[in-house]
């Protein structure tokens, strides 16, 4: 029995292990390179004037993600004049969710008219680097003479069903205090969403 509950144990730490912890507010946010829908590659140099990011880590085919398509769109809309663009990744990998290959992502981004960004991540080395989890996760990023740091990360809202009058705005709250040179109230929500699906190992 012992050993037995020794093993769970080692493999629970395994697992653990083989997550990768979720970047917190004040850590540095990893700049990458992942070509958009457009075929071009995009950085955070790819925008030079932004005071910071919206990344949120996204897909095709989560209920969750596809219930958040809109405020994800209106939340570039809102903001990316403002110096914050969205920029959206796409953390699934396609031989695990055959309906995020990234023809099909530029499918959606074409039918939607996504105004942002979408990006293929590729062996889901950039979504390790954030510790992305679920689809939609969102981390605001904002720039400083240090480099680029997390803000913020969690869920858009406290709403995932579309459906309260009085929702939580998390997102557009951290930004705005950002915006006013305010340190945001909150810094941490639990993400909302489908989890980021993984091709089995051999």
């Known amino acids: 029995m012992k050993k037995y509950l020794s093993l769970m144990l080692l493999f629970s730490a395994f697992m653990m292990q083989a997550q990768a912890p979720t970047l917190k507010a004040g850590q540095a946010a990893p700049d990458f390179k992942l070509k958009n829908v457009d075929g071009k590659e995009i950085s955070f140099a790819s925008y030079p004037d932004a005071k910071g990011f919206i990344v949120v880590f996204t897909c095709n085919t989560c209920p969750y993600a596809i219930g958040y398509e809109q405020r994800i769109i209106d939340l570039d809309n809102k903001y990316r004049s403002k110096g914050y663009p969205v920029i959206a990744i796409n953390p699934n990998d396609p031989e695990a969710s055959k309906a995020d290959t990234f023809d099909k992502m530029q499918a959606l981004a074409k039918e939607k008219k996504y105004p942002f960004a979408y990006l293929f991540d590729p062996g889901q080395v950039v979504t390790d680097q954030y510790g992305a989890k679920r689809t939609p996760h969102l981390f605001i990023v904002s720039k400083s003479a240090k480099g680029t740091v997390v803000e913020y990360t969690g869920a858009i809202d406290n709403d995932p069903e579309g459906t309260k009058t009085d929702k939580t705005k998390f997102a ?30 051999a």
Do not use: F, Y
Request: aromatic share 0%.
């Open 172 to 201: 557009e709250s951290v930004i705005d205090a950002l915006n006013s040179n305010q340190k945001p109230a909150i810094t941490e929500t639990k993400e909302i969403g489908c989890t980021v699906k993984r091709k089995a190992k």
